[in-house]
């Protein structure tokens, strides 16, 4: 189902992958299409995320270490020294060696891509042998009776969807941050060679590949052992100890423990990168755009998203953190596939702010060159005619989301109200009407000729949108927690935006500038 739910996620992300020629990411792409304040939002957003996702991957790792290799003893200890100086709730959760990891993986990155490069590179391959070696013993030693018949003693619950449909989508929603890999490679497509062409065949395979692996090493998973067996603290390892194999579990080890290094490290790089290119557009702190001329790395950029992935590591639980990553991936993916839909219809138009005819200054560049020879974008001004299409996209799209949120809010609440009599009805309705938006705006108006596309997604509106609807859709089955934490990233970035980069934006300072200028040619 998260795969399913991916392939119009990913089909946005290669269009867009394909049209920009510098760092690309949700950040970038929501400043194209809907301005700075609200890519100033999303921004902040991606980053908490990433920061989120961080601190999961580091608790992830910590824990496996200290289970696997010394007992759990690492656990006790550092909860006996943490409730020296720390409250109860923060000592729970106090982690040395999620800490020490991310502390290496800042320091690699600090040394430079080419080293990050190269490891990920060397685990890569230990890690799909292992992966190959777990799913051909899983085969070999589970039975299709553990697959298919595998019954919970104490809740009597049994069969492949032992917890039925509710319980499957749940599940997708839960682990969707699996897929979070897209926003590493198109916020590395500056440093491609042919980024119209290698970043959409980068972002498809990594795409084709993942599936193909979650969905073959999750059937091993559940061939092997009982499902109802495998909880937080169970995994892979676990699954060999049934079967009394010692040397393939400590193997299988290694590869977890090397594959998290990996991913955080990927992660950490990508992190800095979504830091420095929004302190460089001045919506951030300028002192994080640094780079070091030794390594050419945004080195104050990476130990400012090092400290923040350790305070949320030390400050949230394990599970917490997880509904957490999920909310703000799905959020991220719709923003993309929203985004999708406007860049593909606005007007073109290479634009200047302009006072009483005078030219006072360029939009921001942010390290990013169109396809097309201009572009148009909210706070742009290239023409009544394009600034008028791009409103009325936007608010299409607004409007189109706006339904689709609407219906997955009938579908769960209120349970007062009949499902089959008022709130099945309800929903038919709003998604009518949202289908409706989506004829019009693809009869209405016209596509964005490209010139030379590298790749360009197929049945624009139609499958950037159901990806919208679908991550919406999937967004609906967490828990509280996620919403929350979704406003409490919004209003985070509002604060940040209002308190420090409206007034230090290259909008608001080239405005400045130009503004100098004018009164300098009008004494002059």
Known sequence: IGGVVMVFTVLAYMDLGARYKGIGNAYVYAYAALGEFPASLVGVFVISEVVVGLALIAIGFANSLDKFIFGGQIHIFELQCARMFLPEYLAENFSILAIAMLFMCCVLNCIGVKEVTIANTMNIFYSLATLAMFCCISFIYGSSDVLLHSTDPNTGQTGLFPYGLSGVITGAATIIFSFGGFESVVCLSAEAKNPKKDVPLAVGLSFLISVLLYVTVTAAIVYLTPWYLLTDSTGMPDSFDSIGLTAPKYIMIFAILMSSFSVALCGLTTLSRQIFICSKDGLLFVFLSSIAKCSQVP????????????????????EFIIHCVAGGILITFAVVCSTQIIISYAKPSKSIHTADEIELVRLVEIDVVLD???????GCTGGDHG???LIQITALVF???????????LHHHPASWSLLKVRLPLMGIALLLALAILTYI??????????????RCPGVPFVPAIGLGLNIALFSYLDASALTMTLIYFLIGGVIYFGYGYFHSSITLD???GIRRLFQIGDE
């Open 387 to 389: 600034k008028n299409k």
């Open 372 to 378: 097309s020879e201009f572009w148009d974008s909210p």
């Open 299 to 318: 080195v104050f950029a990476t130990i400012t998203a090092t400290v923040l992935s350790m305070l949320v590591s030390i400050c949230f639980s394990y």
């Open 442 to 455: 693809r009869f209405g108006y016209h596509l964005l000729p490209q010139k030379d596309p590298g790749f």
């Open 511 to 513: 405005k400045q500038r």
């Open 399 to 409: 409007g189109y989301t706006g339904l689709v949120i609407l219906a997955c809010v």
